[in-house]
C-alpha cells in the first residue's frame, strides 16, 4: 500500500489551533447564516413520505413542530473547514508559518470530496424546499435553465483552454495519467458538452424547462433533486475520488487489523466508491433528530484526527480536527431544539469527506466501528424495507431509522441523542485502540 506523503509537519499545536480558528468561524458567522435562511425562507418541509412511499406517521408526530426550522446548515460547516484552510494559506503566504494546509498529497482529495457533495447535497436541499411551491417552482425553472446552459458552457470554455494549453492532467489531476490518453478523454467530453448546450439552445424555452422539470427534480410529494441526477452525480463524484487513490496512488489493499494487508487489485476502486457513497448515505440517514449526526461526526472526525497524527499524516490529522471543530460550532446551535438542520448539503459533504479520510489512513476496515451508529441506522433502513417486501409489509421497527423506532418507544428525542452519542464514542474509542495497537 502507497503512503501519502508525511510532509510537511504540524505540531499538535499547531493542529488544535487551527481547530479552534474553525470553531470560532463557525460560531461567529452562525447568527448572521441563520438570517440569511430565515429572511429566504430556507426552512425544512415537512416528510410525508416513507422510503417506500407510505404514509410517515411516526415521523409527523414527533416531528410536525419542526417544520419551517432553517435548514442547509451544512454550508456554514464545510464553509468553515474551506475558509480556515483559506486562512492558513494567507499565514503562509504572509510568512507566519512555513506552510499551509493547502497540501495535494493530505488534503487536496478530502477537500474535492468536500465541496463537490456539499453543491450536490445544497441543490438537492434547494429544490426540496422551492419543489414544495409549485407556483415558485414555475418562477424558477426559466433560471435553472440559463443556469444549466451557462454552466455547461463554461465548463466546455474551460476545458478547451485546459487543451490548448496542455494543462488538462494538472488541472483535473487525471487519474489515469500514463494508461488512457487525457487529450482523448477531454476532446470527447468538450465534444459532448458542445452538443448537449446545442440541442438545448436549439429547443424552445417550454420544452427545455418540461427536460429539466422531469429530470432535475422528482414529481409527487417527494421533493428535491431526481434519483437519476442525484445517483449519476454521486457515483462520477465517488468515481473520481476513488480513481485518485487507485490510478494516481497506486492503493490496490485494504488494512485488516491483526490480519495484514489485504490485496482487491483492481475491485479497490468499486470498493473505493462503495464506501464513500454508503458513508455519505449513512450519515443523511442519521441526520433526523436534533444533534444525533453532528455529535456522531465530531467523534468519528476526532477520532480519525488522532489516528491520522499517530500514522505521521499531520496535515491530514488538521484537517480531521478542523472538520471536528467546525461541525462543534454548528453542533452549539443544533443541539435540542435546533436552531437549523445540516440538511443534505451538510450530511453528505462530511459523510463522503469522512470514507475518504479512512481509505487515506488505511483505516477503513475500522470505519464500521468508529461510525457504528451510522452503520446501525442505515442496516436498520435496509431491514425494514426488506421486512416490508418480503413478509407482505410487515415491520421489524416501529419506524425507521432507528432513532424513529426510540422515538415511538416513548424514549425522547434528547434521550436518544444521548444514548447514541454514548454509544458513538464507546466504539470510537474502541476503534482508536485497535488502530493504534495494530498500526
Given at each position: 500500500?502507497?503512503?501519502?506523503?508525511?510532509?510537511?509537519?504540524?505540531?499538535?499545536l499547531?493542529?488544535?489551533?487551527?481547530?479552534?480558528?474553525?470553531?470560532?468561524?463557525?460560531?461567529?458567522?452562525t447568527?448572521?447564516?441563520?438570517?440569511?435562511?430565515?429572511?429566504?425562507k430556507?426552512g425544512?418541509?415537512?416528510?410525508?413520505?416513507?422510503?417506500?412511499?407510505?404514509?410517515?406517521?411516526?415521523?409527523?408526530k414527533?416531528?410536525?413542530?419542526?417544520?419551517?426550522?432553517?435548514t442547509?446548515?451544512?454550508?456554514?460547516?464545510?464553509?468553515?473547514?474551506?475558509?480556515?484552510?483559506?486562512?492558513?494559506?494567507?499565514?503562509?503566504?504572509?510568512?507566519?508559518?512555513?506552510?499551509?494546509?493547502?497540501q495535494?498529497g493530505?488534503?487536496?482529495?478530502?477537500?474535492?470530496?468536500?465541496?463537490?457533495?456539499?453543491?450536490l447535497?445544497?441543490i438537492?436541499?434547494?429544490?426540496?424546499?422551492?419543489?414544495?411551491?409549485?407556483?415558485?417552482?414555475?418562477?424558477?425553472?426559466?433560471?435553472?435553465?440559463?443556469?444549466?446552459?451557462a454552466?455547461?458552457?463554461?465548463?466546455?470554455v474551460?476545458?478547451?483552454?485546459?487543451?490548448?494549453?496542455?494543462?488538462?492532467?494538472?488541472?483535473?489531476?487525471?487519474?489515469?495519467?500514463g494508461?488512457?490518453?487525457?487529450?482523448?478523454?477531454?476532446?470527447t467530453?468538450?465534444?459532448?458538452?458542445?452538443?448537449?448546450?446545442?440541442?438545448?439552445l436549439?429547443?424552445?424555452?417550454?420544452?427545455?424547462?418540461?427536460?429539466?422539470r422531469r429530470?432535475?427534480?422528482?414529481?409527487?410529494?417527494?421533493?428535491?433533486?431526481?434519483?437519476l441526477?442525484?445517483?449519476?452525480?454521486?457515483?462520477?463524484?465517488?468515481?473520481?475520488?476513488?480513481?485518485?487513490?487507485?490510478?494516481k496512488?497506486?492503493?490496490?489493499?485494504?488494512?485488516?487489523?491483526f490480519?495484514?494487508e489485504?490485496?482487491?487489485?483492481?475491485?479497490?476502486?468499486?470498493?473505493?466508491?462503495f464506501?464513500?457513497?454508503g458513508?455519505?448515505?449513512?450519515?443523511?440517514?442519521?441526520d433526523?433528530?436534533?444533534?444525533?449526526?453532528?455529535?456522531?461526526?465530531?467523534?468519528?472526525f476526532?477520532?480519525?484526527?488522532?489516528?491520522?497524527?499517530?500514522?505521521?499524516?499531520?496535515?491530514l490529522?488538521?484537517f480531521?480536527?478542523?472538520?471536528?471543530?467546525?461541525?462543534?460550532?454548528?453542533?452549539?446551535?443544533?443541539?435540542?431544539?435546533?436552531?437549523f438542520?445540516?440538511?443534505?448539503?451538510?450530511?453528505?459533504?462530511?459523510g463522503?469527506?469522512?470514507?475518504?479520510?479512512?481509505?487515506?489512513?488505511?483505516?477503513?476496515?475500522?470505519?464500521?466501528?468508529?461510525?457504528?451508529?451510522?452503520?446501525i441506522?442505515?442496516l436498520?433502513?435496509?431491514?425494514?424495507?426488506?421486512s416490508?417486501?418480503l413478509?407482505?409489509g410487515?415491520?421489524?421497527?416501529?419506524?425507521?431509522?432507528?432513532?424513529?423506532?426510540?422515538?415511538?418507544l416513548?424514549?425522547?428525542?434528547?434521550?436518544?441523542?444521548?444514548?447514541?452519542?454514548?454509544?458513538?464514542?464507546?466504539?470510537?474509542?474502541?476503534?482508536?485502540?485497535?488502530?493504534i495497537?495494530?498500526r
Amino acid at each position: 500500500m502507497p503512503i501519502l506523503p508525511p510532509r510537511p509537519d504540524l505540531s499538535l499545536l499547531a493542529i488544535l489551533g487551527y481547530a479552534f480558528v474553525a470553531f470560532v468561524i463557525g460560531l461567529a458567522l452562525t447568527p448572521g447564516f441563520i438570517s440569511f435562511l430565515r429572511r429566504n425562507k430556507l426552512g425544512k418541509q415537512l416528510r410525508v413520505e416513507t422510503v417506500d412511499g407510505r404514509e410517515a406517521t411516526i415521523f409527523r408526530k414527533y416531528h410536525e413542530k419542526k417544520f419551517g426550522t432553517p435548514t442547509m446548515g451544512g454550508i456554514l460547516m464545510w464553509g468553515s473547514i474551506v475558509l480556515t484552510i483559506g486562512f492558513s494559506r494567507l499565514l503562509s503566504y504572509l510568512g507566519f508559518v512555513e506552510n499551509s494546509l493547502l497540501q495535494r498529497g493530505q488534503v487536496y482529495i478530502p477537500l474535492f470530496t468536500l465541496i463537490s457533495l456539499g453543491v450536490l447535497g445544497a441543490i438537492d436541499d434547494y429544490l426540496n424546499i422551492v419543489g414544495a411551491n409549485e407556483e415558485q417552482w414555475n418562477r424558477l425553472l426559466p433560471k435553472i435553465r440559463t443556469w444549466f446552459i451557462a454552466a455547461i458552457c463554461s465548463v466546455a470554455v474551460g476545458l478547451a483552454v485546459a487543451l490548448w494549453s496542455g494543462s488538462l492532467h494538472a488541472l483535473l489531476m487525471v487519474p489515469f495519467a500514463g494508461r488512457v490518453d487525457s487529450g482523448v478523454i477531454g476532446i470527447t467530453v468538450l465534444f459532448a458538452l458542445l452538443l448537449i448546450a446545442l440541442l438545448f439552445l436549439g429547443f424552445s424555452g417550454a420544452v427545455v424547462d418540461d427536460i429539466l422539470r422531469r429530470f432535475v427534480m422528482r414529481e409527487g410529494k417527494k421533493r428535491g433533486l431526481g434519483v437519476l441526477p442525484k445517483i449519476t452525480s454521486l457515483l462520477l463524484l465517488s468515481f473520481i475520488a476513488a480513481g485518485w487513490f487507485y490510478f494516481k496512488n497506486g492503493y490496490n489493499t485494504i488494512d485488516v487489523p491483526f490480519h495484514g494487508e489485504f490485496v482487491l487489485g483492481w475491485w479497490y476502486l468499486p470498493f473505493a466508491m462503495f464506501v464513500i457513497i454508503g458513508t455519505a448515505n449513512a450519515v443523511n440517514v442519521t441526520d433526523g433528530l436534533d444533534g444525533l449526526a453532528g455529535g456522531l461526526l465530531v467523534i468519528a472526525f476526532g477520532s480519525f484526527a488522532a489516528l491520522a497524527f499517530l500514522s505521521g499524516l499531520t496535515v491530514l490529522a488538521a484537517f480531521c480536527a478542523i472538520a471536528s471543530a467546525a461541525v462543534a460550532a454548528f453542533l452549539w446551535h443544533n443541539v435540542p431544539p435546533a436552531l437549523f438542520f445540516m440538511g443534505d448539503t451538510g450530511s453528505l459533504a462530511l459523510g463522503g469527506t469522512l470514507g475518504v479520510i479512512a481509505l487515506m489512513t488505511n483505516q477503513v476496515i475500522l470505519l464500521p466501528l468508529i461510525g457504528f451508529v451510522f452503520v446501525i441506522e442505515m442496516l436498520s433502513v435496509i431491514i425494514q424495507l426488506t421486512s416490508k417486501k418480503l413478509r407482505g409489509g410487515k415491520k421489524v421497527f416501529r419506524a425507521a431509522p432507528i432513532h424513529h423506532h426510540f422515538e415511538a418507544l416513548e424514549w425522547g428525542e434528547s434521550k436518544v441523542t444521548m444514548r447514541l452519542w454514548i454509544i458513538g464514542a464507546f466504539c470510537a474509542v474502541l476503534g482508536v485502540i485497535i488502530g493504534i495497537y495494530t498500526r
